[in-house]
């Protein structure tokens, strides 16, 4: 600038009209935003006609603890599938996941009813050290230049064409496993003539759960992981920073997983006494190799899954009531509903998974799940009794790996362009979508993975993809961009 | 064997939760990390902040303003800009480039007003600056504008001005 006097802007007309004033008014709006909001939330929710935007956010199923346990729990699993794939000492991942213009409506200091887009932050972090225990046999060899395995037979084909460590043996783990959710605000800070910043703010309630876990492996005959799941719910301060340690709401549940011979999973989940969640997953095609000898790659991988999850309980945050609209003692449910006559209904789903690998070059899975609850399901909005599909999803993936059969050093790499298309049926959908009522979500989902022997990196960009919806159905009808990270060594 | 697998276990239970990850995530877009105070007094408004830079790399605080809660916002002031928007040459406009000042006071029309404020911190270290700018980089305001960015902002402080 060298002394050269900036161009009016907007600030320069906001402070023309500049004229101290003789009332002192300092204020803390957040109490007051807050109150409004809720309120207005509330009433909107309750008792008004559906509106265009998820104002329902805060009595959302992101308070769903029980949701959230499985969610977390089920990106446990799935690190840890691949890191019985992959045989290492220590393994980090992260995920970023961002669903830009999540829009919500807000009430502003000034009493003004407002939508604001917002950005919807889940991040996902875990660490895992797996340390062998004992006499062990040595490892196998790597994958051939090819990228296929070292011999046919065997049973699954590597997460990746990382040479392994110690394969078999016994061995103990410890991982830690968080996941965070947030609403964010993203608001630009312009500096003058040194150009423009952006910077967020935390808003609403943040979500953190964390799985701390032990694991016993006895490869490859059998794990047992044992660990606690942590629900901690975060209220910011009204500026928008947030301290960890305000912890508002926390609560525990312990949770059991094991795998037998590679072919049967179970998975337990609990609150005090009371299991929540139980699932059992067999693998079909591993247990016919028992009996057949070890089965070739090029078989595809037939999974049954099944799943009994406590989902409905009454709760305010829940998109339905159980049973009835009214309560046994004859009063309508709402928001004040009591403990005791609250009631309860479980949901059954079991699904059908199958997953190709061939020759490491081309991935194909099809993945579908039917449903029952155990007792009606009356939505709230009209309380009329909902007609469960039968069918909750129906999803199919199809891989390709560009470095298949090249030559060293591509060869211990992977580049996989992937794709895919879903079905996705849920109860809380209607509340969350942006356009329509309807209970049924189709969309789908791109990424771009690159994997090296140690580590990795993936691009995802979804829309109502299946996937995105069973961990949050507040993505319906909204993009979603995730990148995500791995060290495995 | 529990020598060996403890100290991992520690690193896991610091590391590898839910609030590593958010850290990572707000640093990357720039999180509010501190709280400040505003107040309106005697026809001024009064901005407080106990937020040190901690910064060797420190080359201000930026008092950032706007009228909307959900709106952008504008430069109030810095050590180069008063709050007309005029280039103050000295760079030492209200202490604004001392890393001890801990408020700052003006008089502002009537209205509601959001307040922000940013610790801005030079982006190369001495050497390079000197290099490009010169030994006084530090009081050019165009090595400021240049070559600066927000360490860390402040989380939004109203105050209604009647």
């Not at chain 1, 609209?325 to 004859?330: F, N, P, S, W």
């Not at chain 1, 007609?387 to 199809?398: D, G």
């Not at chain 2, 697998?5 to 990357?28: R, W």
Request: glycine letters at 8%.
């Amino acid at each position: 600038m060298n002394g050269v006097a900036i161009a009016p802007d907007a600030r320069q007309i906001m402070l023309a009209r500049a004229r101290p004033a003789a009332i002192i008014t300092p204020m803390r709006f957040g109490i007051l935003q807050r109150s409004a909001a809720t309120l207005a939330v509330s009433a909107a929710f309750f008792l008004g006609p559906r509106p265009a935007y998820p104002v329902a956010y805060e009595a959302s199923t992101l308070h769903n603890a029980v949701s959230r346990s499985e969610t977390v729990r089920g990106l446990f699993a799935e690190r840890w599938k691949v890191i019985l794939d992959r045989h290492p000492y220590v393994d980090i991942y992260g995920r970023l996941n961002w669903i830009p213009a999540f829009k919500v409506n807000t009430v502003t200091v000034t009493g003004e009813e407002r939508t604001v887009p917002m950005t919807l932050v889940r991040t996902y972090g875990s660490l895992s050290v797996i340390l062998p225990v004992g006499p062990r046999k040595p490892a196998e060899p790597a994958a051939t230049e090819d990228g296929l395995p070292p011999a046919e037979g065997t049973a699954r084909v590597p997460g990746g064409p990382a040479a392994p460590l110690h394969k078999e043996g016994l061995a103990l783990g410890f991982t830690a496993t968080g996941f965070h959710y947030g609403l964010t605000r993203q608001t630009t800070v312009n500096r003058g003539n040194a150009g423009s910043e952006t910077v967020t703010d935390y808003k609403y309630t943040q979500f953190f759960d964390d799985i701390l876990a032990l694991s016993l492996l006895y490869r490859p005959y059998f794990h047992v992981h044992g660990g606690v799941i942590v629900n901690n719910q975060i209220e910011p301060n009204d500026d928008g920073t947030m301290d960890y340690t305000d912890k508002s709401e926390l609560s525990t549940r312990w949770f059991v997983s094991s795998e037998l011979f590679d072919f049967l999973s179970m998975t337990a989940t609990a609150l005090g006494d009371e299991v929540e969640s139980f699932s059992m997953e067999l693998a079909i095609t591993e247990l016919a190799g028992l009996f057949t000898g070890p089965v070739n790659p090029s078989i595809p991988r037939f999974t049954l899954i099944f799943k009994r999850t406590a989902l409905y309980n009454d709760e305010p945050f829940d998109p339905v009531w159980v049973r009835s609209a009214v309560a046994r003692d004859g009063t309508s449910k709402d928001a004040t509903l009591s403990d005791n006559l609250k009631e309860r209904a479980a949901l059954y789903t079991l699904g059908f998974f199958i997953e190709e690998n061939y020759k490491n070059h081309i991935f194909f899975d099809v993945y579908s799940e039917v449903q029952k609850p155990t007792e009606r399901l009356m939505a709230k909005s009209d309380s009329e009794r909902i007609e469960v599909s039968p069918l909750r999803e129906v999803r199919a993936s199809l891989g390709y790996n560009f470095f298949a059969g090249a030559g060293a050093p591509l060869s211990t790499f992977r580049l996989l362009l992937s794709g895919g298309a879903s079905r996705y049926w849920d109860v809380a959908a209607p509340l969350h979508r942006e356009r329509g009522e309807r209970y049924l979500l189709y969309g789908g989902f791109a990424s771009l993975k690159l994997e090296a022997p140690w580590i990795g990196v993936e691009l995802r960009a979804s829309y109502n993809h299946s996937v995105e919806l069973r961990r949050l159905v507040e993505c319906a009808e909204k993009a979603v961009l995730e990148g995500s990270f791995f060290a495995s060594i | 064997m529990l020598r060996r697998f403890a100290p991992g276990a520690v690193v896991l239970l610091l590391a590898g939760c839910s609030y590593v990850m958010d850290s990572i995530e707000s640093a990357i877009t720039a999180r509010a990390s501190f709280s400040i105070e505003a107040e309106y007094s005697g026809g001024m408004v009064t901005i407080r902040w106990d937020e040190g830079s901690g910064l060797s790399s420190f080359a201000g605080y930026e008092i950032y303003v706007t009228l909307d809660e959900y709106d952008d916002y504008d430069l109030l002031a810095s050590r180069f800009e008063n709050e007309s928007g005029a280039t103050v040459v000295a760079g030492d406009y209200k202490n604004l480039d001392s890393s001890f000042t801990g408020s700052y006071s003006y008089a502002p029309p009537p209205g509601i007003y959001f307040y922000r404020v940013g610790i801005i911190e030079w982006d190369e270290d001495d050497e390079e600056m000197q290099d490009r700018y010169g030994p006084f980089y530090f009081d050019d305001p165009i090595a400021y504008n240049a070559e600066t960015s927000i360490n860390k902002i402040s989380g939004y402080r109203m105050v209604s001005v009647h």
